[in-house]
């Protein structure tokens, strides 16, 4: 079965950081991108990061650049988000999905979410 | 404010048709190829569309896709209270580098 696990949420204060983790499993995971995005609190989806098979090419939304790094251990089916400066308005639930291909928002498995909370 | 424009809502019976508009640029829906994803309550969102009207194994073909110029279109037909739910259209903005998703529509069945 394909599947994706989030993990590393929590509360932070504001100007910390967190590593979010996603474990995947039932597919070849160095053969797809994948993506985080990301939904705060009653608002729609944002997608905030994404990176090739291979981990050399990435690319970030506005509000992640120079705050956030997307990045992936092939050899331990694991994707990555390391926060930092973290920001009121970055609380929300993350999501890390596949890509069917890259260069494309067509995410066909999805995480059940992490939450992130920031709040003094 | 959404680089891609949904309505916010919509709603009819159940039996009948419901169309989500996903309205964008030339850099994005006009360039690339739009999936379309259904969200339920609490749940994480489900691809229901790519390629602008290919289907996933699984997903009834009372949902289709088409796309046109800067706009695409997700249309349900025989509605049923089962897709009351969430539903945001997406794509990738050559422009910016980035994914983008459009506000979402909800749907609800009268």
């Known amino acids: 079965e394909v599947q994706l696990l989030e993990s590393g949420g929590g509360l932070v204060q504001p100007g910390g950081s967190l590593r979010l983790s996603c474990a995947a499993s039932g597919f070849t995971f160095n053969n797809y991108a994948m993506s985080w995005v990301r939904q705060s609190p009653g608002k729609g989806l944002e997608w905030v990061s994404g990176i090739s098979g291979g981990g050399g090419n990435i690319y970030n939304a506005d509000s992640a650049k120079g705050r956030f790094t997307i990045s992936r251990d092939n050899s331990k089916n694991t994707l990555y988000l390391q926060m930092n400066s973290l920001r009121v308005e970055d609380t929300a639930v993350y999501y890390c999905?596949?890509?069917?291909?890259?260069?494309?928002?067509?995410?066909?498995?999805w995480g059940q979410g992490t939450t992130v909370t920031v709040s003094s | 404010q959404s680089v891609l424009t949904q309505p916010p809502s919509v709603s009819a019976a159940p039996g009948q048709k419901v169309t989500i508009s996903c309205s964008g640029s030339?850099?994005?829906?006009?360039?690339?190829?739009v999936s379309w994803y259904q969200q339920l309550p609490g749940t994480a969102p489900k691809l229901l569309i790519y390629e602008n009207n290919k289907r996933p194994s699984g997903i009834p073909d009372r949902f289709s896709g088409s796309k046109s110029g800067t706009s695409a279109t997700l249309g349900i037909t025989g509605l049923q209270t089962g897709d009351e739910a969430d539903y945001y259209c997406?794509?990738?903005?050559?422009?910016?580098?980035?994914?983008?998703f459009g506000g979402g529509t909800k749907v609800t069945v009268l």
């Open positions: 997406g794509t990738w903005n050559s422009g910016l580098g980035t994914g983008v």
């Open positions: 999905a596949k890509d069917r291909e890259w260069l494309r928002v067509d995410l066909d498995v």
């Open positions: 030339s850099s994005n829906i006009g360039s690339n190829s």
